[in-house]
């Protein structure tokens, strides 16, 4: 059972990563594919008049708002657009795929964060109305009634909070969350760098293994921005018996097959 | 088991189909839920710049023209705006709804019908890229995984061609085809006129009873536009083993619950 991440940021060659799903299905690998959907949205919601607005918390970290309405844009661009594009490639490489999102079958459960501390011109202040999320929970029957019918489930980062809302989760975190309720043998994470780099943004300074138990450290002294959370999630996962996770580059030829080869970051 | 189809024209209150489903859930019936888009892609296709392109066949049908673009908005606001919205009601209301499209585990399978011979300003033309098709076959394994593990499936219509291409099809079509497949109890087709009116658009002229035997009868004297479809599936459905097919008004309070007793036109 392999997960794999794709996407997201727009840079990542997805016709690539279907071609090697493709090819591991053909060898008769399980896999279940994790997409994201934020650049996308951004696009869109800019299109349709309701450009994403961006807030720096009050412990400096920038995030995206997520209204109600940038939730339904981003349901609409993942969900929708994303996730079927996906399907039909592989149905047209003979993969019987299946899309779905973390809000189907309550697959992805998340505790909806509805209140942001944010600082704007120099003063704090409370938003309310976000729609996003953590995920606490994962329930793998969905997932476990696609795989044991032969499917092969290609997921979008929603999920369900505790209310039944729809909220917007990480993709990184929902690949490593689902890794860990499958105990799947790997998770690959797919990027646009080649993995944890030693010197942001330098590429040859590209961190090879990283030992479980020395995550947090590492965590800690080398991962920039986003790279955080790829790192976070992959800890969680193989602490919860998830063979390994390897965070590489979706930005090569075969980036899936190269990342089982081990280029890229383990982390084990 | 029942299939319900609702919404496609903007008109249906869907939180009154959403309580009446909840509640058949929960008294043991099996229910699949089919739903529409049309109406909603055209508003955000022309939010898009993309405004929808009504063509004149030769026979002087009037259809929308889905070229790639509008497919992929099609697909986009069905399978990821509505059909997520629904499946965050029904959670809402403890029903665990799955999303899916004809085009997950190739639901529907459809012929394309790649070209339209139209009539523009009095000269024939032919029109290629259309995206659209009609639907030849359900392969029912996806919506039997989900209904044996509990859920209840949500269906946006779209199919897969014989190419895997994404197709946008027939909502009504697609309900009555799936009713087929699944030897459905009784299909529901709801919509904003109260069934087969007599003397069109008088609501008071209800057709209550349409014999199966005679139906093609009944198409051809009083059903115009787009009841022509609803009853073209229901016959073929009826024909099939489904034991009726009920179109409905979707307007009303319990809207399936009302054509369940029998308010509507019944195909039998």
């Given at each position: 059972m392999i997960v794999v991440k794709a996407g997201g940021n727009g840079e990542i060659d997805i016709e690539a990563v279907c071609d090697d799903v493709a090819h591991l299905v053909r060898q008769g690998e399980q896999v279940v594919l994790v997409h994201g959907g934020s650049h996308e949205t951004d696009v869109i919601s800019t299109q349709l008049g309701h450009p994403p607005r961006f807030v720096t918390s009050v412990s400096g970290h920038v995030s995206r708002y997520t209204d109600r309405r940038t939730l339904e844009i981003f349901a609409m661009v993942a969900a929708g657009r994303i996730n079927k594009l996906l399907v039909e490639r592989l149905q047209r490489l003979?993969?019987?795929?299946?899309?779905?999102?973390?809000?189907?079958?309550?697959?992805?459960?998340?505790?909806?964060?509805s209140v942001l501390r944010i600082v704007e011109n120099g003063k704090r202040k409370v938003l309310r109305g976000e729609y996003s999320g953590k995920i606490e929970r994962v329930n793998p029957q969905l997932l476990q009634a696609l795989l044991s019918a032969g499917f092969l489930p290609v997921v979008a980062p929603l999920a369900v909070s505790y209310e039944g809302e729809a909220l917007n989760?990480?993709?990184?975190?929902?690949?490593?969350?689902?890794?860990?309720?499958?105990?799947?043998e790997c998770v690959v994470i797919l990027t646009n760098v080649p993995g944890l780099l030693r010197d942001f943004p330098d590429e040859s300074s590209l961190i090879r293994f990283v030992p479980a138990d020395r995550a947090t450290e590492y965590l800690e002294r080398y991962a920039k921005g986003r790279m955080k959370r790829k790192l976070l999630g992959a800890v969680e996962a193989v602490s919860a018996g998830v063979g390994r996770v390897i965070i590489a580059d979706g930005r090569t030829d075969q980036p899936v097959h190269r990342a089982l080869r081990g280029y890229g970051t383990v982390i084990a």
């Open positions: 003979g993969v019987n795929a299946v899309g779905i999102s973390g809000l189907d079958g309550r697959l992805l459960e998340a505790k909806r964060k989760v990480d993709g990184d975190r929902a690949a490593a969350a689902i890794g860990k309720a499958l105990k799947a």
